[in-house]
Structures are given as C-alpha cells and as structure tokens.
C-alpha cells in the first residue's frame, strides 16, 4: 500500500478493485440473507396453517382495511 501527501490530505494509491469486490460480497451476502429470512418466515406461516387449521389469507382484507383507516388518520391535515 503506497500512501501520498495532497495539499496536506492523506490518501491511498491503490487499485479499488479487493475494496470493490468486498463491497459486492456483502452485498451478495446480505441479498442471500435476506430471502433467506423471507423464506424461513413463509415457512413459518405455512407451518402454522398447517398446525393450526387456520387459514391466515382470510385475514388480508381485514388487514388492508386497518391499513386504510391508519393512513386516513395519518394523512388527514395534507
């Protein structure tokens, strides 16, 4: 790693191309992490129908319907 001076600043002379491909492994990483949490929440929820005989899509409208009424209250003074 070579180091120069600039008006005083200090900075690194070198090619960006790890500092580049360790940014994209962590992205990589967090991307597969994420579905992963999506996949073990559908998971779950089909877990839970199955043990508790309950279908939980029948609760979407009633879920968009407080949704509404949350965003009415909240945008109400625009």
């Known amino acids: ?3 120069a001076m600039s008006r005083g600043a200090r900075f690194e002379v070198r090619g960006d191309a790890s ?3 360790s940014s994209h492994l962590g992205f990589v990483f967090q991307r597969t992490f994420l579905y ?7 998971v779950l929820v089909l877990l839970a129908d199955f043990v ?6 029948y609760l979407w409208p009633f879920w968009l319907f ?13």
């Open 1 to 3: 790693m070579t180091t």
């Open 19 to 21: 500092r580049q491909r």
């Open 36 to 42: 992963l949490k999506f996949l073990v929440v559908w």
């Open 52 to 57: 508790l005989e309950f279908r939980f899509d």
């Open 66 to 78: 407080i949704r509404s009424v949350y965003d009415s209250f909240r945008y109400q003074g625009l």
